[in-house]
């Protein structure tokens, strides 16, 4: 049973206080990893997708990693607009299917 | 290009009413799916199409029906609503490949009393 896992369920940063939201998997033949940044009342914005181990992505202040059995999504010095709800998401060998994880809910304050 | 747009944003029905969701994209997408999100749950998969005329089941598609008559549109219907379908829906669409990312639309608060 393919399956995806994110730690922390909840995160509090002060304001230019760095740290990394964690997303474990386990999914046969990974076809990719998505992560998607979400606000409330909204629809999940896509990120960034990785497809292999080392393979690394930037975006502002967000950095996706990605090993053979989890991701990591790093933010630096952020930044009450990132406040949201990130999501990660694997596509395994299953045509069509997205698994996606429950989220990490981060709050950043002033 | 306005992307991925849902019909309605909001809506109240009583157990055992009838409905239907629209969903359209602009982006000449191949594939389209319907998601909902409930508390503490995450995104479930509800049906998944990959072309015009063709769909298929996902996670949790009992009592829900889908239909993609053109290209653009992928519609999610509710036969006979219970309150367990009380959630928020999604519509996405990707390109072709399974490896391409999927862009989703603002959602649709459904209400089942």
């Known amino acids: 049973e393919d399956q995806v896992t994110q730690s922390p369920e909840a995160l509090r940063l002060q304001e230019g206080e760095s740290s990394s939201l964690n997303c474990s998997y386990t999914?046969?033949?990974?076809?990719?990893l998505f992560w998607y940044r979400q606000d409330p009342g909204k629809g999940p914005e896509f990120l960034f997708t990785?497809?292999?181990a080392g393979e690394e992505k930037e975006k502002e202040r967000l950095k996706a990693t990605l090993t053979k059995k989890e991701s990591f999504l790093h933010i630096t010095a952020p930044k009450p607009e990132d406040s949201a709800t990130y999501l990660c998401a694997v596509r395994g060998s299953t045509l069509g299917r997205l698994y996606f994880g429950r989220g990490t809910q981060l709050t950043v304050w002033p | 290009n306005a992307g991925v747009t849902q019909t309605p944003k909001f809506r109240v029905l009583k157990t055992g009413q009838s409905m239907t969701l629209l969903c359209a994209q602009d982006?000449?997408?191949?594939?389209m799916y319907w998601y909902r999100q409930d508390p503490g749950m995450g995104l479930r998969l509800i049906h998944y199409?990959?072309?015009?005329?063709?769909?298929a089941k996902g996670e949790v598609p009992d009592g829900y029906n889908v239909s993609r008559l053109k290209k653009q549109n992928f519609l999610l219907g509710l036969e006979s609503a219970a309150p367990s379908q009380t959630s928020v829906y999604f519509c996405?669409?990707?390109?072709?490949?399974?490896?391409?990312?999927?862009?989703f639309g603002p959602g649709t608060r459904l209400t089942v009393t």
């Open positions: 999914v046969s033949g990974l076809r990719g």
């Open positions: 199409s990959v072309g015009e005329g063709t769909t």
């Open positions: 982006m000449n997408h191949e594939y």
């Open positions: 996405a669409s990707s390109l072709r490949y399974t490896t391409y990312e999927q862009y």
């Open positions: 990785l497809y292999s």
